[in-house]
């Protein structure tokens, strides 16, 4: 299949990247690590630094996980609001590492996996 051979060379690409390079987040400040490549590709991103996507200078693109890039527009958006903000960056699910944890230490949509499978085993 084709489209199976896109992202695994994407994959392979990506893991090579990210070993080799060891880049960091520009969100977080945490490691991208293989963890984070996942089989998908699909939770990284680049953030245009400048909000304008159409500057595609190398300064003005950063690697960025994608829950940590949900999270940081979503404070923006906030703070465009005038509304209160956290100042400090709540970290990535050690879950899924996929989404930003809750007050609980992990995502919301994994917790609530754990609370239904608690539920379904009952
Ligand atoms: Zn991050
Ligand atoms: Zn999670």
Redesign the pocket.
């Known amino acids: 299949m084709r489209i199976y051979s896109k992202v695994k060379r994407l994959r392979e690409f990506l893991e090579w990247a990210v070993e080799a390079f060891q880049p960091k987040?520009?969100?977080?400040?945490?490691p991208?690590t293989l963890e984070h490549v996942g089989d998908s590709c699909d939770d990284l991103t680049i953030h245009h630094v400048d909000e304008n996507r159409a500057n595609n200078g190398i300064e003005n693109r950063v690697l960025?996980?994608k829950?940590?890039?949900r999270w940081h527009h979503w404070r923006e958006n906030e703070i465009k609001a005038g509304r209160p903000v956290p100042d400090k960056?709540p970290g990535?699910c050690p879950s899924c590492h996929r989404r930003v944890i809750d007050r609980f230490g992990i995502c919301r949509e994994c917790s609530k996996e754990a609370r239904e499978l608690v539920a379904g085993a009952k």
Do not use: A, D, P, T
């Open positions: 987040c520009w969100v977080c400040e945490q991208i960025v996980h829950g940590c890039h960056y990535l």
